[in-house]
């Protein structure tokens, strides 16, 4: 089994390789049927999450709405394994095989290795895996004809929130860290850097960003998703050196990044993969979360389960992107009074330029669009 170690190599090695064709063992929930308008299909699509389970206020809970929208609309039965430790995935990857699915979907660049046996020990069922595509032993790309990546170049929409928080940070110092260095994290701290040396440059205001080092590839990791505490203390410390906006990528522990910018006067937080500020998880917090680099994880999977209720399913992988709406950046909410707009109009330039194809942002995490 390939380790978590070689999270770096992979980085580059599977990412760069593809070519996208798409456009933009407890099991814990069982329902049948749809809502009352749709009518029942005989189809099972289950789902497995990484550590930070459904209720992570990020790509775990985005997935899961995606599933959850394909039984109220597509009338079809779902199944979720919801993982609390890493030694789980594989054996509710198993689980999920076992009760007869016809798509399984793994949610999380560490669900690679389970999912990646699954689809080839059992060739009639269909997979999909958020986050990471599939490579073998020596982190050559691998395609499998019933395994579908959903991949998302976050790199862009991170791009413009590094010029953001550029642009409005009071102490010019930023601060970025991750849950563990897999492509899917690194590649948002990568166009973070970039967007924020865009706005140094262009504006002549020298700004720092501390917890990543885009050239070494290498940075601030607290070495899991799930550790709010280490992501509370992480925060503090860049505080402490004087950065006033935050981006954690690490799932939920992005929490802990909001209850230290709380205690700190003028400190904004960035979330990740979904919209912060809408999430139930941190209506405390919200008024601290500027914006958030989205992912349109719910609408990759919603497609993928469609796909594949219609006999439609393939291989090629889906890629988000700002020009197919499968990334973007949230509003500012309480933040837009402190957005000069001068500096909301730059924004929406980069993203046009971003999609025009004039403004290229690079990462080695990159996912090749075709």
Not at 315 to 331: M, S, W
Request: hydrophobic share 40%.
């Amino acid at each position: 089994m390939k380790k978590i170690i070689r999270v770096a190599a992979l980085g580059g090695a599977v990412a760069l390789a593809l070519a996208a064709c798409g456009s933009a063992p407890e099991e814990t929930n069982e329902t049948s049927g749809g809502d009352e308008t749709s009518a029942t299909v005989d189809f099972t699509a289950c789902m497995v999450s990484d550590e930070g389970g459904f209720d992570d206020a990020s790509f775990n809970e985005s997935g899961f709405k995606g599933l959850e929208q394909a039984e109220s609309e597509l009338g079809i039965t779902i199944k979720t394994a919801e993982s609390t430790d890493p030694g789980q995935y594989t054996t509710n990857v198993d689980s999920m095989v076992q009760q007869g699915c016809n798509l399984i979907i793994g949610v999380g660049f560490a669900l690679e290795d389970a999912v990646q046996a699954g689809a080839e020990a059992n060739p009639d069922i269909e997979f999909a895996l958020v986050d990471s595509a599939f490579s073998d032993a020596d982190f050559n790309p691998v395609t499998l004809d019933n395994a579908k990546p959903l991949l998302f170049n976050t790199q862009e929409a991170a791009y413009l929130a590094g010029y953001l928080a550029a642009g409005i940070s009071e102490t010019h110092k930023l601060a970025t860290f991750g849950g563990q260095p897999f492509p899917s994290v690194t590649i948002f701290m990568d166009g973070f850097v970039d967007g924020a040396a865009a706005y140094a440059e262009e504006s002549g205001v020298a700004t720092t960003v501390v917890g990543w080092d885009k050239e070494a590839q290498n940075g601030s990791m607290i070495g899991n998703f799930s550790d709010t505490e280490a992501g509370r203390t992480t925060s503090e410390q860049f505080i402490a050196d004087g950065a006033d906006v935050i981006l954690p990528v690490a799932g939920p522990v992005g929490s802990g990044a909001l209850n230290a910018a709380s205690q700190a006067e003028s400190t904004a937080v960035i979330w990740v993969d979904s919209d912060g500020y809408l999430q139930p998880a941190n209506e405390q917090y919200k008024g601290l979360i500027l914006t958030s680099v989205m992912k349109q994880i719910q609408t990759a999977v919603f497609d993928t389960i469609k796909s594949s209720v219609d006999g439609e399913f393939t291989a090629d992988p889906y890629v988000g992107t700002l020009a197919n709406g499968g990334v973007d950046i949230a509003p500012y909410h309480d933040w837009e009074a402190n957005v000069p707009a001068e500096l909301s109009a730059k924004i929406d330039e980069l993203r046009q330029a971003i999609i025009d194809g004039d403004l290229v942002v690079e990462s080695p995490s990159a996912n090749a669009v075709s």
